[in-house]
């Protein structure tokens, strides 16, 4: 396999290794990007894996790292970090395109890597699909202006799973009830979760986060194009808990699209450690890609 370094980006300040197409035939190019602060590897080599796994298949790939993680040089801008991800996601694409003579892209990434494919799908028609890996930031990945935000919803995530653990467990468990009666738990809490479980589960009510409404109509706005989104979520990662916040009853709308799959892999922790959930990953991630992109 003849792999290959390129520089590209803003005085060639960023770094990515291309893995060219093994097969014939013209399929879109597969672009990877970083999650969190990993080097281009990805967690677990899993980058790696996915781009000569996938080139073998015929579809060029593009591993790199965004400015100031692994290779690729700070920026010297006061761009923020949303704009500077999508931008040089962007160019990824572009020097990618430039490379492998392949015009249009789908964009993978895990954990933030695939808030980063979100936004840029969001913003660039050239996106033609994207597979969202345990992502819970789709709505903005943010510098410290953010952090209100996000410490408001990751509260409410938080007080979510405290509310299913009770609901799923203690309510119906003679024990806590046996606790509850000789006052050696918290009764208010307890019926306050009782409360609010009967509201979502059988009035409808729903708590809706500031972002929410934004992020259901980027949603439809891609869906829409024509874009296809694959979400994969690990055993009960908070990825899921956060969809549900986020998309509450327009989820069921956004599922029924044609160009929405999704698959939860048992078993796996958030950044697939184990060598045979990776394996099961890639190869869900290749017959989805095929069934939109085949020739």
């Not at 160019?91 to 808030?115: R, V």
């Not at 009853?249 to 990776?278: C, V, W, Y």
Request: charged content about 20%; some cysteine; overall charge neutral.
């Amino acid at each position: 396999m003849n792999e290959r370094v390129l520089h590209f980006g803003d005085s060639d300040g960023l770094i990515g290794i291309h893995t060219p197409s093994a097969a014939p035939g013209k399929r879109p190019g597969i672009v990877l990007v970083n999650a969190g602060v990993v080097h281009r590897a990805g967690p677990n080599r899993l980058y790696v894996n996915i781009a000569r796994q996938l080139a073998a298949t015929g579809y060029p790939v593009l591993r790199f790292d965004l400015s100031g993680i692994g290779d690729s040089r700070p920026r010297s801008d006061a761009l923020s970090f949303e704009k500077s991800a999508i931008a040089e996601t962007s160019a990824a694409m572009a020097a990618l395109g430039a490379e492998s003579d392949c015009s249009g892209f789908i964009l993978c990434g895990i954990c933030s890597g695939a808030d980063i494919s979100f936004l840029t799908c969001r913003d660039n028609p050239a996106v033609l699909g994207a597979v969202l890996i345990n992502g819970r930031g789709l709505h903005g990945v943010t510098d410290d202006s953010g952090d209100a935000i996000d410490a408001g919803i990751n509260s409410t995530l938080r007080a979510g799973e405290s509310a299913r653990y009770l609901w799923k467990r203690a309510l119906f468990n003679p024990a806590s009830w046996r606790k509850l009666l000789s006052g050696q738990s918290n009764s208010i809490e307890l019926l306050r979760v009782v409360g609010r479980q009967f509201l979502q589960r059988f009035i409808g009510s729903e708590q809706v986060p500031e972002n929410a409404p934004e992020l259901r109509a980027a949603f439809h706005g891609i869906l829409d194009r024509g874009t296809a989104l694959l979400m994969v979520y690990s055993a009960d990662d908070p990825a899921i808990h956060y969809m549900q916040l986020m998309l509450g009853k327009e989820m069921q709308k956004i599922a029924s699209h044609p160009n929405f799959a999704e698959l939860h892999i048992p078993g796996a922790d958030h950044t697939f450690t184990a060598r045979h959930h990776r394996d099961q990953l890639i190869a869900a991630l290749r017959r989805w890609a095929d069934a939109h992109f085949a020739a």
